[in-house]
C-alpha cells in the first residue's frame, strides 16, 4: 500500500543446521507523511483476556522469537504500528499461538504449517476487512486495532488450504480442501484424512448426512438477505465452525478467538448452536488429537 513501510522478520538456514540466521529488513514505500490517529494506541492499551498455561513467565517476546519457535516462513510488520505496540503484540501473538498449539495438542510445526505460512500485522488492510487469508502468499493478515480475535479464523483457512492437495488428489493450487470436499473431489485414502472428511461432513450437512446443516441453513438465510455469497461459502462455514471449537476450549483467548458466542453473528446462527456445535467440536477433537499424534511421532522418529 502506498506510505507504507514493513518489518519483515525472515529465517534461513545456513550450512550449519544448528545455526539460524534472522534478520530484520525495513522496507521503505513512498509518501512516508501519516496523519495522527488516537486508534494507534489502542493495541498498546487495549485488554485481552487470557486463561491459559503460564509459556514465557513475564519474560517480553519479539516478533523474532516468534518466528523462530513456531517456524514462521516470515512475519511482516506494517511501518504504522508504533514500537510499544509491536513489543506488546509480539507478546499476544506468542501466547496465543502457543495456546492454539495446546489445543491442538500438535507440535511447533503444526501452527506454521511445516514452515510454509507466513503472517502480516498492521500490514496489508483491505477496506471493511480487518483479517484476510492470501492463498497466492500463504500469508495471514490481521489490521492491528480490528484484527486480534481473528487468528483462529485466519489460521483454519490457511490449514483448509495446505491440505487440499495432500487429502485429494486432484484439485488446483488455488482450491481449499473444504470446498474440494462438498464438490466430490477424489480423496487421497488415509485414516487421518476421514477424521476431517468428518469434520466438514458435521459442519455442513445434518445429523443423518443427507440434508443442509442448521449452520449451513443461517448462514445462507443471511447471505440472501445481504444478497451475496459469503457465510455460506463452505471455506467460511468452516473456519467459523473452527472458531467455536478453539473459543468452547478449556484455554480461553479472545486475541485468539472471540465472538462465536455472543457476538452478532452468533446471534443470527453463524455460528454452530446447540448439538451440532457439539458435534463439531467432537469431530475437530478427534481429527486435530490424531494428527497431532501423527506429528509428534514423526518428529521422535527424526530425531
Known amino acids: 500500500m502506498p506510505g507504507q513501510s514493513v518489518a519483515v522478520y525472515s529465517g534461513a538456514r545456513s550450512g550449519n543446521p544448528l545455526v539460524e540466521q534472522v534478520e530484520l529488513v525495513i522496507v521503505s514505500r513512498a509518501n512516508s507523511s501519516h496523519p495522527f490517529s488516537p486508534k494507534l494506541a489502542m493495541v498498546a492499551t487495549r485488554k485481552f483476556y487470557r486463561r491459559g498455561p503460564d509459556v514465557r513467565g513475564s519474560e517480553q ?143 455442513m450437512l445434518d445429523e443423518g448426512g443427507n440434508n443442509p446443516s442448521e449452520l449451513v441453513k443461517a448462514s445462507v438465510n443471511v447471505d440472501k438477505v445481504n444478497g451475496s455469497i459469503y457465510y455460506s461459502q463452505p471455506v467460511e462455514l468452516c473456519a467459523r465452525a473452527f472458531e467455536a471449537f478453539i473459543q468452547d476450549s478449556s484455554i480461553n483467548n479472545n486475541f485468539l478467538v472471540a465472538g462465536s458466542k455472543a457476538s452478532q453473528e452468533a446471534k443470527l446462527g453463524l455460528y454452530p448452536q446447540g448439538q451440532q456445535r457439539l458435534r463439531i467440536n467432537q469431530a475437530f477433537t ?15 522418529a527424526n530425531q
Open 61 to 203: 517476546v519479539s516478533f523474532v522469537d516468534v518466528r523462530r519457535r513456531f517456524g514462521f516462513r516470515s512475519i511482516a510488520i506494517g511501518r504504522w504500528v508504533t514500537a510499544e505496540e509491536r513489543d506488546r503484540a509480539a507478546g499476544l501473538f506468542y501466547d496465543a499461538l502457543s495456546d492454539l498449539m495446546v489445543i491442538l495438542q500438535g507440535p511447533e510445526t503444526l501452527i506454521s504449517l511445516r514452515g510454509n505460512l507466513s503472517f502480516q500485522y498492521g500490514i496489508g488492510g483491505r477496506l471493511g476487512v480487518s483479517a484476510f487469508y492470501d492463498p497466492s502468499a500463504k500469508s495471514f493478515s490481521l489490521a492491528k486495532n480490528a484484527g486480534p480475535g481473528a487468528i483462529a479464523h485466519e489460521w483454519f483457512h490457511a490449514l483448509d488450504h495446505y491440505l487440499a492437495q495432500k487429502v485429494f488428489s486432484d484439485t488446483s493450487s488455488s482450491m481449499y480442501a473444504s470446498e474440494a470436499w462438498l464438490r466430490d473431489a477424489t480423496p487421497v485414502p488415509h485414516p487421518l484424512n476421514d477424521l476431517l472428511f468428518a469434520c466438514f461432513k458435521t459442519v
Open 286 to 300: 478427534a481429527y486435530f488429537s490424531c494428527l497431532g499424534n501423527s506429528l509428534w511421532s514423526l518428529m521422535r
